[in-house]
């Protein structure tokens, strides 16, 4: 009996000192995404490196305040969220730090990087413009510029100019049109809605498949969660509207990222870049660009997602992120001068 005893004291011992060498590697995440498939790639991701992940889900302006709050105290790693003009705010701030890794620059396109491989996309969502199937021919809408044509006077929904979204829209077109015409389309998308901004980007969409209006701005990915929704309500709205990818004889669609990096202050750095390395891995970003039907950055990593094979492929621009953010200032201003609330 106390030999027994014993040998389950020693068991639970070897086991505990097991669970505390396990508990020093640690990955202190502090994301806006929660989506279920993220989950899964956490618990893979423990399962390949023995680093337990430790997940602060928050906002993204509550978890930009909280590390600016936390300061260089910070338990933060690896700070995830969405729009590079969002990395390129955090990064301005000083968040975070270069990494040196051959296998993220070997993995992950340029135009997917931020400065100095400060910050990193790891899926890619496209800004598309949504029609009423029954009221509008789709050849009148493959391109952005045609949201501001005269002749969709009170026909269009968007959400409000100074979302980032929108933005960093705004900042595409800019670059690629230059000034004028980019202040100019914003004035025409303005004179062209059918009602004040409000909502989302899903409310854009309803708003089309209701009649309130015929043409939209959303991520595609909006339509993507509609299209796999089994609410009849929802089937209706994928049957009532469809959905273009503008630009294709031009520079392409617009893109923005679900993306993040390590925090210079970071306590757990190695663990941090062990992290974002596998999240370039192609199983890693089925996960990641799956979780919020986008699709993944790494060319080898197929999205193998059924509402994206519907959708089809698309000639993306090739605009790098980071000049998103660039323009984003001017972007805004913009916005503002159009009167796009
Ligand atoms: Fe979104």
């Excluded at 009996?1 to 502090?30: D, P």
């Excluded at 992290?275 to 950055?297: H, I, K, R």
């Excluded at 000049?323 to 200032?329: D, E, G, I, K, N």
Aim: aromatic share 10%.
């Amino acid at each position: 009996m106390i030999f027994r005893t014993l040998v389950v004291s020693l068991a639970s011992g070897l086991f505990l000192s097991g669970a505390v060498t396990a508990q020093q590697q640690v990955l202190n995440l502090y994301s806006s995404r929660h989506y279920q498939s993220d989950e899964i790639l956490y618990a893979n991701f423990t399962k390949a490196t023995g680093i337990k992940v430790n997940r602060i889900d928050g906002k993204e302006d509550e978890l930009i305040q909280r590390i600016r709050r936390e300061g260089s105290a910070s338990p933060a790693d690896v700070f995830i969220t969405v729009d590079a003009a969002n990395l390129q705010a955090a990064d301005d701030a000083g968040f975070f730090v270069s990494i040196n890794s051959t296998l993220i620059r070997d993995r992950i396109p340029i135009q997917f990087r931020g400065t100095d491989d400060r910050w990193f996309g790891f899926s890619y969502r496209a800004r598309t413009i949504f029609y009423n199937v029954d009221k509008v021919n789709p050849a009148d809408v493959q391109n952005y510029a045609d949201l501001a044509d005269p002749k969709f006077m009170g026909r269009v929904c968007v959400r409000s100019g100074g979302h980032v979204y929108n933005r960093s829209l705004m900042a595409s077109i800019i670059y690629n049109h230059g000034n004028d015409k980019a202040l100019s389309w914003a004035r025409g998308v303005v004179s062209n809605l059918a009602r004040a901004p409000k909502g989302g980007d899903t409310d854009q969409i309803r708003a089309v498949a209701a009649g309130e209006c015929d043409l939209a701005l959303s991520n595609h990915y909006y339509f993507a969660r509609l299209m796999a929704s089994d609410k009849p309500a929802d089937q209706e709205v994928v049957r009532r509207v469809g959905i273009v990818f503008p630009d294709q004889n031009g520079k392409g669609t617009h893109v923005n990222i679900s993306g993040g990096g390590m925090l210079k202050t970071a306590p757990n750095k190695v663990a941090a870049q062990k992290f974002l390395e596998y999240l370039t891995s192609d199983e890693a970003q089925f996960y990641f660009a799956n979780g919020n039907n986008e699709w993944p950055v790494v060319r080898s990593a197929k999205p193998n997602n059924p509402y994206l094979e519907k959708l089809g492929g698309f000639k993306v621009d090739g605009l790098r992120a980071g000049a998103l953010a660039q323009y984003s200032p001017k972007a805004q201003q913009f916005i503002d001068q159009a009167g796009w609330r």
